[in-house]
């Protein structure tokens, strides 16, 4: 499987972005995709995921209510709705994806991911 994020740029604080990703390869629609996010000086952190089409999602504290993970199966694709965006939101974001079906204790885990896109990067400021 291969992973490729786009939408990544610019935008003004309380801004929106989405955040796309597309698989290509063996996919399977019934997995876990990811993302995550890695500010300058710190660690790769999770964002949010989605258990096949869901409902089975899942967001960091820190974006729930303003970001929305949601798939479409029929592209191959992942989107990552970035609301009421933040100077602290400001990263490099990776899409990413596991052929299990992980849980909410097992998400948020890097190590339970198998494959991962190259990143785009999201500045937000003034």
């Known amino acids: 499987v291969q992973l490729q994020a786009f939408g990544g740029g610019l935008v003004q604080p309380g801004g929106s972005l989405r955040l796309a990703c597309v698989a290509s390869?063996?996919?399977?629609?019934?997995?876990?995709a990811g993302w995550f996010r890695q500010a300058p000086g710190k660690e790769r952190e999770f964002v949010g995921a989605?258990?096949?089409?869901?409902?089975?999602?899942y967001y960091a504290n820190s974006v729930k209510y303003r970001f929305t993970i949601s798939r479409d199966n029929a592209k191959n694709m992942v989107y990552l709705q970035m609301n009421n965006l933040k100077p602290e939101d400001t990263a490099v974001y990776y899409c990413?994806?596991?052929?299990?079906?992980?849980?909410?204790?097992?998400?948020?885990?890097?190590?339970?991911?198998?494959?991962w896109g190259q990143g785009t990067q999201v500045t937000v400021s003034s």
């Open positions: 990413c994806s596991s052929q299990l079906r992980l849980i909410a204790s097992e998400v948020r885990r890097e190590s339970n991911y198998d494959h």
């Open positions: 390869g063996r996919t399977d629609s019934s997995a876990t």
């Open positions: 989605i258990r096949g089409s869901g409902p089975n999602v």
